[in-house]
């Protein structure tokens, strides 16, 4: 069973820096999509930026510019720096994995329990 374990939130003043990571344990497939997502109160989960196995990413027009996602293969972990934080930006940042065995089509979807970010003006 995969398990995703996420740090690095906290409060910081607007125009500041934070940094995430998610690091995965279990058994992971090699054809994987790893990822933040975010929620604000009283809005809907929304992705941040993923990136796959082949590094390729995927980033919200919101966030172009400011964050960057990276991961190390040799840990299973994600990262997520952000720079010139708003206080748009505040929200409970999801970690999500997405699996499956090369041999079939359909995804797996695992999530992290979620780490507040909060950004003061």
């Known amino acids: 069973q995969v398990q995703l374990v996420e740090s690095g939130g906290g409060l910081v003043q607007a125009g500041g820096s934070l940094r995430l990571s998610c690091a995965a344990s279990?058994?992971?497939?090699?054809?994987?999509?790893m990822g933040w997502y975010r929620q604000a109160p009283g809005k809907q989960r929304e992705l941040v930026a993923d990136i796959t196995t082949g590094g390729g990413t995927n980033y919200a027009d919101s966030v172009k510019g400011r964050f960057g996602i990276s991961r190390d293969h040799a840990t299973n972990t994600v990262y997520l720096q952000m720079n010139s934080l708003k206080p748009d930006d505040t929200a409970v940042y999801y970690c999500r994995l997405a699996h499956r065995p090369i041999t079939r089509t359909t995804m797996t979807t695992v999530w992290g329990q979620g780490t507040q970010v909060t950004v003061s003006s």
């Open positions: 279990g058994t992971i497939f090699s054809f994987n999509v």
